[in-house]
Structures are given as structure tokens and as C-alpha cells.
């Protein structure tokens, strides 16, 4: 059996900000590593020294992981995959839509879908999709 999957997103530039605006967000620990900081730094342009190599951000059991290069073909934007976020309470769901809505779209407002589980999509301003979800039985009045 592998071991956990951690989500791996590319940013093109806007890296060290993205993962900045996650952190405000879900909390957690941040580490990342520059261009200008490896041995092969005086190879690349100038320009991209400031670019972020690989950035982790450790929030309990989610590993959120970045970076500025992108490979050739450049970066796709699309909506074929989605971070799903299962939240403890429902009142931990709606701050974290709030949040990571901010600046994006709220594409579905949170509600209690048929099989009785409060569910609400958005995309983010870095244009990523999340699926936030929580038990029924964990709402809070």
C-alpha cells in the first residue's frame, strides 16, 4: 500500500504568495525553498531566482505542497481535479469557505445535500477547486 497522498500544485511565480494565503487559512506550518538557495542557482535566469523550488505546508494530516516551475507546456488550468476538505464541524466548514473563497468563486454556497452531508465548492483566487464537506450529524447550532 502507498503512503498518503499529498496534494502537489504548480504556481508559476505566485507560489510563496499562494501558499502564504493557504496558511492564513488552514493553519499550520511553512517551509519552502528558493532558486537563489540551491547549488544551481547561477544557472538559471536571474529573474527566477525569487522562484519558490518546492514549498510544504504541514496542517496536521494534510500536506499541501508547491512550486513556481512549471514543465514544459506550460501550466493547464482546468476543473478536472478538486482538494476535498472533510471538516470536523460545521462551523469549522463555513470558516474555512469563507477563507479560502476569499478573493475566488464560491461556486456552490454550502447546504445539506440528499444523503443528509453539508457540501460547498469554490475556487480559490490561484484558480483551485475545493470540495469542503462535513457530517450532517456535526452541525452546530
Not at 12 to 35: D, H, K, P, V
Not at 89 to 102: A, D, G, V
Amino acid at each position: 500500500m502507498p503512503g498518503p497522498l499529498h496534494v502537489y500544485l504548480m504556481f508559476g511565480g505566485e507560489c510563496r504568495e499562494a501558499m502564504t494565503f493557504y496558511q492564513s487559512c488552514l493553519g499550520g506550518e511553512l517551509n519552502w525553498q528558493t532558486i537563489e538557495d540551491i547549488p544551481e542557482a547561477y544557472l538559471m535566469p536571474p529573474v527566477w531566482r525569487s522562484y519558490v523550488v518546492q514549498a510544504t505546508l504541514r496542517c496536521g494530516p494534510l500536506v499541501l505542497m508547491g512550486t513556481d516551475l512549471i514543465p514544459e507546456g506550460g501550466r493547464i488550468t482546468g476543473n478536472h481535479v478538486s482538494m476535498l476538505l472533510r471538516c470536523a464541524t460545521e462551523k469549522e466548514m463555513r470558516q474555512l469557505y469563507r477563507k479560502l473563497s476569499r478573493g475566488g468563486l464560491q461556486d456552490h454556497p454550502i447546504k445539506c445535500n440528499h444523503w443528509g452531508e453539508w457540501v460547498g465548492d469554490l475556487t480559490d483566487r490561484y484558480g483551485n477547486r475545493w470540495l469542503l464537506h462535513c457530517a450532517a450529524s456535526n452541525r452546530e447550532s
